[in-house]
Antibody
Framework: QVQLQESGPGLVKPSETLSLTCAVS?????????WNWIRQPPGERLEWIGS???????YYNPSLKSRVTIEVDTSKSQFSLKLSSVTAADTAVYYC?????????????????WGQGTLVTVSS | EIVLTQSPGTLSLSPGESATLSCRAS???????LAWYQQKPGQAPRVLIYGASSRATGIPDRFGGSGSGTDFTLTISRLEPEDFAVYYCQQYGNSPWTFGQGTKVEIK
């Protein structure tokens, strides 16, 4: 059974770079799936940040694209998120999730399963 | 991007009653690629429905999804105590994937 676990600093200063890692177990990260980052600011709706395939193929939400980098490390079975120039508006619970589809290697995904989420606060 | 609007914001019901949740898209969702999730406090969302009407693995048959184009519905028949939660819809037919703002189903 696949499990995902986010890790990283819970506090980031404004203008710095937020860095998170998602460890994948129970499923090869080099399989047919896309791997995703999603966030949920306090009291707001969920927001898809972007997704990556083990081949390196990545897609990003245009609203964040200029500040986001998602990478995969197959040797460590993990993928990462970097969000630069953060502000208080980037304060959120950040989730990693596997992309699900009826078709292999498709990025048209719903998300299943999810990691437990990690709260990142942007504050000086 | 597609904006998803869920209604009502809050639904107050008793166990055993049925719930009908709506998700309306600002434009047609390609291939009816719409999913529904349940989220309880302090937990990650859990998928219930994908492709507008297909139940995810392990989801009880009291959860049903329907709709197409811009109008979608999640129906929960015979509410159980564990069903009181927040429900989100998500479209994955038109990038960027987007979510609705949620409907809270609370105990009356």
């Amino acid at each position: 059974q696949v499990q995902l676990q986010e890790s990283g600093p819970g506090l980031v200063k404004p203008s710095e770079t937020l860095s998170l890692t998602c460890a994948v177990s129970g499923n090869s990260i080099s399989s047919v799936y896309y791997w995703n980052w999603i966030r949920q600011p306090p009291g707001e709706r969920l927001e898809w940040i972007g997704s990556i395939h083990h081949s390196g193929n990545a897609y990003y939400n245009p609203s964040l694209k200029s500040r986001v980098t998602i990478e995969v490390d197959t040797s460590k079975s993990q993928f990462s998120l970097k969000l630069s120039s953060v502000t208080a508006a980037d304060t959120a619970v950040y989730y990693c999730a596997r992309g699900a589809s009826l078709y292999t290697n498709s990025w048209f995904n719903w998300f299943d399963p999810w990691g437990q989420g990690t709260l990142v606060t942007v504050s000086s | 991007e597609i904006v998803l609007t869920q209604s009502p914001g809050t639904l107050s019901l008793s166990p055993g009653e049925s719930a009908t949740l709506s998700c309306r898209a600002s434009q047609s969702v390609s291939n009816n690629y719409l999913a529904w999730y349940q989220q309880k406090p302090g937990q990650a969302p859990r998928v219930l429905i994908y492709g507008a009407s297909s139940r995810a693995t392990g989801i009880p048959d009291r959860f049903g999804g329907s709709g197409s184009g811009t109008d979608f519905t999640l129906t929960i028949s015979r509410l159980e105590p564990e069903d009181f939660a927040v429900y989100y819809c998500q479209q994955y037919g038109n990038s960027p994937w987007t979510f609705g703002q949620g409907t809270k189903v609370e105990i009356k």
